[in-house]
């Protein structure tokens, strides 16, 4: 429960596409909204999510994990950080 309100398990939506949302579970929506396998394949890696990654509820926690790994990674060669860097920007 500790993960879901943190940046991995977040994605900004516009406020259309929030309320279209609602409670639906991610993978439900994501077929709805983009039945088009080329088109859901371009939102996940738009969103920093791997195609081949699990999207049902029991494997959360891998997921969380992989898409927190993915935006550091993303964020690090950006700000192009080196890996041991960022442990030295924190103490």
Same mark, same amino acid.
């Given at each position: 429960?500790?993960? !879901?309100?943190?940046?991995?398990?977040?994605?900004?939506?516009?406020?259309?596409?929030?309320? $279209?949302?609602?409670?639906?579970? +991610? $993978?439900?929506?994501?077929? @709805?909204? !983009?039945?088009? @396998?080329?088109?859901?394949?371009? +939102?996940?890696?738009?969103?920093?999510?791997?195609?081949?990654?699990?999207?049902?509820? @029991?494997?959360?926690?891998?997921? !969380?994990?992989?898409?927190?790994?993915?935006?550091?990674?993303?964020?690090?060669?950006?700000?192009?950080?080196?890996?041991? @860097? $960022?442990?030295?920007? $924190?103490?």
């Amino acid at each position: 429960m500790d993960r !879901y309100n943190k940046l991995a398990n977040l994605q900004l939506l516009q406020a259309t596409t929030n309320i $279209e949302k609602k409670n639906r579970h +991610f $993978e439900d929506w994501l077929n @709805e909204v !983009y039945p088009n @396998e080329s088109d859901r394949r371009t +939102f996940l890696t738009q969103n920093h999510i791997n195609i081949d990654a699990s999207l049902k509820f @029991e494997d959360f926690v891998k997921f !969380y994990d992989n898409r927190r790994d993915t935006i550091r990674k993303k964020l690090m060669n950006i700000l192009n950080v080196k890996a041991g @860097e $960022e442990l030295a920007a $924190e103490s």
